[in-house]
Each structure stands twice: as structure tokens, then as C-alpha cells.
């Protein structure tokens, strides 16, 4: 599917730039909410067009109305439906961030034959077959800004992998992918596992022995040049937890830092053990 405002096509194109439909109007009304526990923004749309013909191919189904979008900062790039007149739709936590660009549009659901809307231009002779996907209407491109970065726990963009190849209480890390890969040894891996579903006692112990030195290589590989990895997924939420939490790649002390990254772990496990001590004795 072709966007663009200087693309021809062989059938009349109801657009604000274009006279091949005349007297017709698209006018759209974009608004868009930041919900700040979750970072999940949620875009509103109101669209009113004047054409007969494919105000009732609309309402008939045979065309929908939505728009492209376009997010430089997170990559984000899709051609969503919404409702008409009115829609809403909520995109993943993260998913838009910074300059977002949203070309609003209505193209066919449906196969249409004999397309020949009311009050096309002269040079459009005849009636014409429409393709499922075929542009009917473009308006003007509009711009938002969201301005929340979404910061996700810092665990979700670890994985943890067992290993045959490793000695008994090694572990190894790997940052070339998506997510930060840290492999142990097939034991350790069953250990881990059965704490993490315990208690939090034993999930923030796991925090503790496992994320503190990854966290802190991985801090350490990034200083040393964050461009090698910025086509791997797991660096913008990296980098946006750094931002949040006040870590400095120029400046980086790998203990205090790791430390932040995680919610000061350490003091977490004291007061879960406290709390714990303090309930058996009840």
C-alpha cells in the first residue's frame, strides 16, 4: 500500500491536496491519553466525510477507516483500524514514545466494482474496479507527542537459559540479542526456577546472585560503546531504566549503579528476611 501525497492513482482520490472528487471533505480529529501507572497510550479518532458514495460504502462495510502509524523512536510502523465516525484504540505499554505520525485514511474492505463516486473529475472516465486494500480517502498527516517513556521491570528483558557446557556454579552472560541471555549450569537453572516461584524471599536472594553481576557487565559492555548493541531490543527499556533511576554511562559506579537499576535489592532481602523472622516469632 502506497502513502504518499505525491502518488497518482488510477481512480479518483478524495484528498484535502486533490480535486479528483469535487465538492467532498474528510476532516479528522485526533486526540490521544497517557496512562501514567502503565504507560499505555490510548488514541481517539473522529473523522466526518461529505461524499455520499463512500460515506455509504462505510456504513455498508465495504471501507474502513483508520490510520497509518508511524513512530521513529520505538520503530513502530502500522496501518491501524479504527471505528467510524469514532474509535479508540490502546497501544502496548511502550509502544509509542516521542514523535508519533499518524496519516489518517479510509481504504476498501472489500473487493468494489464499478466504482464511479459523484462529482469525479473529468479525466477519470468510466466506472473502475477497487482492490481490497485500494486508498478511497487521505487526509492531511498529524502529529502527537507522547511524552512518557515506559519503563519496564528490569527483569523482563533477561532470560535465563540452562547450559551442559558449564561447571557447576559458572554462569556466562550474552548481550548479542534481543534479550540479555544469562546461561548456568542445568542444576543452578532448576534452583533458580524453584526459588523464583517460592516467595519473595527467595525470588529478591535470586535477584541478588544472579542480576547484580549481570547488570553490572552488562553497564560495564555499554559504556564501553552502546552503539554495537542499539539493533538488539532489550537496550531502549536498558537505557530508559538508566535515564530514570539517574545512571550515568560517563559516569558509572558498576556497584551503586546495579544496585539502582534494581531497586536497591539488598535492602529489600533485609526487610523481607526481618519481616519473615518477625512473623515466626508471633
Known amino acids: 500500500m502506497k502513502i504518499s501525497e505525491r502518488t497518482s492513482y488510477p481512480y479518483p482520490l478524495l484528498a484535502p491536496w486533490s480535486d479528483d472528487i469535487l465538492p467532498a471533505n474528510i476532516t479528522t480529529h485526533i486526540n490521544f491519553r497517557e496512562a501514567k501507572e502503565t504507560g499505555q497510550v490510548t488514541v481517539h479518532c473522529e473523522v466526518t466525510i461529505d461524499q455520499?458514495?463512500?460515506?455509504?460504502?462505510l456504513n455498508e462495510g465495504?471501507?474502513?477507516?483508520?490510520?497509518?502509524?508511524?513512530c521513529?523512536?520505538?520503530?513502530?510502523?502500522?496501518?491501524?483500524?479504527?471505528?467510524?465516525?469514532?474509535?479508540?484504540h490502546s497501544f502496548a505499554p511502550g509502544a509509542l514514545l516521542g514523535r508519533v505520525q499518524l496519516?489518517?485514511?479510509?481504504?476498501?474492505?472489500?473487493a468494489i466494482n464499478s466504482y464511479s463516486p459523484v462529482g469525479k473529475h473529468l479525466e477519470f472516465n468510466g466506472d473502475v474496479n477497487i482492490d481490497v486494500g485500494n486508498i478511497l480517502v487521505m487526509d492531511h498527516e498529524k502529529v502527537i507527542d507522547?511524552?512518557?517513556?515506559f519503563v519496564s521491570s528490569?527483569?523482563?528483558?533477561?532470560?535465563?537459559?540452562?547450559?551442559?557446557?558449564?561447571?557447576?556454579g559458572e554462569f556466562e552472560i550474552d548481550t548479542m540479542s534481543d534479550r540479555i541471555t544469562i546461561r548456568v549450569d542445568e542444576k543452578a537453572f532448576e534452583l533458580i526456577q524453584a526459588l523464583r516461584q517460592t516467595d519473595d524471599v527467595s525470588r529478591v536472594a535470586v535477584m541478588n546472585s544472579l542480576y547484580v553481576p549481570t547488570i553490572m557487565e552488562v553497564l560495564s559492555q555499554l559504556a564501553s560503546g552502546s552503539e554495537e548493541f542499539n539493533h538488539y531490543r532489550?537496550?531502549?527499556?536498558?537505557l530508559s531504566r538508566c535515564e530514570a533511576v539517574g545512571v550515568d554511562l560517563n559516569n558509572l559506579d558498576l556497584m551503586t549503579d546495579s544496585?539502582?537499576?534494581?531497586?536497591?535489592?539488598?535492602?529489600?532481602?533485609?526487610?523481607?528476611?526481618?519481616?519473615?523472622l518477625t512473623g515466626s516469632t508471633k
Open 62 to 70: 465495504a471501507a474502513v477507516f483508520g490510520c497509518f502509524i508511524k
Open 103 to 110: 496519516r489518517p485514511m479510509i481504504w476498501a474492505a472489500e
Open 52 to 57: 455520499p458514495d463512500i460515506l455509504k460504502l
Open 154 to 168: 528490569i527483569e523482563s528483558i533477561f532470560e535465563i537459559e540452562a547450559s551442559s557446557s558449564l561447571e557447576e
Open 234 to 238: 532489550w537496550v531502549e527499556p536498558f
Open 72 to 88: 521513529t523512536e520505538t520503530g513502530f510502523r502500522r496501518l491501524q483500524q479504527f471505528g467510524f465516525p469514532k474509535g479508540t
Open 259 to 276: 544496585q539502582k537499576l534494581l531497586g536497591q535489592p539488598f535492602l529489600s532481602l533485609k526487610l523481607l528476611v526481618d519481616d519473615a
Open 146 to 149: 507522547v511524552m512518557q517513556a
